[in-house]
């Protein structure tokens, strides 16, 4: 997307489901450094390309600081939700299911 059709950034919203449940919930707006910086930043160190990923961290509700912790499993279905950018499900599956 462009971000004339995504609008301000900022106002993005993240919720990440595990199975239906939620994980985690925050705005992009909550990242330490904001996107513009992001992008400004990752050209010092590669060459962006278009359909290139930049990795950001990740908010709150990851399975380690969980009380319980809570980890993916065989058969899991994991949701990322961006609101109006898409949502990303997988399934995990079996390290021998996999094929590359």
Do not use: K
């Not at 290139?52 to 993916?72: C, E, H, K, M, Q």
């Amino acid at each position: 997307m462009t971000i004339d059709e995504v609008g301000d950034v900022r106002d993005v919203h993240l919720t990440t489901r595990l199975n239906g449940d939620v994980m985690q919930s925050a705005s992009v707006g909550d990242l330490l450094f904001d996107v513009p910086a992001l992008v400004a930043y990752c050209p010092s160190f590669t060459r962006l390309e278009a359909g290139d990923v930049i990795v950001t961290g990740t908010p709150g509700g990851v399975g380690a600081a969980r009380n319980p912790p809570r980890w993916l499993t065989v058969g899991d279905r994991l949701e990322v939700d961006l609101g109006i950018v898409g949502t990303l499900t997988n399934r995990v599956a079996a390290e021998s299911e996999v094929t590359l």
